[in-house]
């Protein structure tokens, strides 16, 4: 139990354009998702955190005009990156916690790429 | 504030050997720490945590980690390495506040030689 899954795996783009991600809990309800971006060799950076049915909260620094987060239900979350630009490639990882989790845990999806162009 | 700190950027073990990555947390309150690992291009998967009782915390794929209070640290490890444990190795807290957030290490490459 306790999957995420994330679409696509991988996106190609070019600068200007607008690419959304989605994540998906499979098999619970995912009360609250978290997005990440993850640069090579390097940490995961929390990016925001979003509660189904209310808006998201992003971590300082984040633009949230840039990275749209959208949670309308309990299985499903969207990131959209807008107006796409190389700076915006990295790997985007999101994650889900739910009543399943008691609250202590949080599962992964695979990751998202992004190569803007 | 929350924080962990992996000091070791790479750890290299020869197979069959016994491995530890470690970890030190800084936490406001009970800490509840975990442990994940990811492989190439993926997301991460969940190894084992630490949230009361035991020190000792068993987890997935042999793993264990020893929670520490008086030295604050959360130390993986596993009594013979595999080459299929190489892989990047990230120890998490989570705030004590807003239960959901969690803060991540830097991480640690796990390099297991033949």
């Known amino acids: 139990g306790a999957v995420v899954s994330q679409h696509p795996s991988r996106v190609i783009c070019k600068s200007g354009t607008s690419v959304k991600i989605e994540c998906r809990s499979l098999?619970?309800?995912?009360?609250?998702m978290f997005w990440y971006r993850q640069f090579p060799k390097q940490s995961l950076m929390l990016m925001a955190t979003?509660?189904?049915?209310?808006?998201?909260?992003?971590e300082q620094g984040v633009e949230k005009d840039k990275f749209l987060i959208n949670h309308a239900s309990l299985t499903l979350s969207t990131l959209t990156v807008t107006s796409a630009h190389p700076e915006d490639s990295s790997f985007y990882i999101c994650?889900?916690?739910?009543?399943?989790?008691?609250?202590?845990?949080?599962?992964f999806g695979p990751g998202t790429r992004l190569t803007v162009l | 504030a929350q924080s962990v700190a992996q000091p070791e950027d790479q750890v290299k073990v020869a197979e069959g050997n016994p491995l530890t990555v470690k970890c030190t947390y800084s936490?406001?309150?009970?800490?509840?720490l975990f442990w994940y690992v990811q492989y190439p291009n993926r997301g991460l998967q969940f190894l084992l945590k630490?949230?009361?009782?035991?020190?000792l915390v068993k987890g997935s794929y042999g793993f264990e980690a020893e929670f520490n209070k008086s030295q604050t640290s959360f130390h993986l490890k596993k009594p013979s390495a595999l080459v299929s444990d190489s892989a990047l190795y990230f120890c998490?807290?989570?705030?004590?506040?807003?239960?959901?957030?969690?803060?991540f290490g830097s991480g640690t490459k796990l390099n297991v030689k033949p």
């Open positions: 979003s509660n189904e049915g209310s808006k998201a909260t992003y």
């Open positions: 998490a807290v989570r705030d004590g506040g807003n239960f959901n957030k969690f803060y």
């Open positions: 098999d619970f309800q995912a009360t609250t």
């Open positions: 936490v406001s309150g009970n800490p509840y």
């Open positions: 630490y949230i009361t009782g035991d020190n």
């Open positions: 994650s889900a916690s739910g009543f399943q989790s008691s609250y202590n845990e949080q599962f």
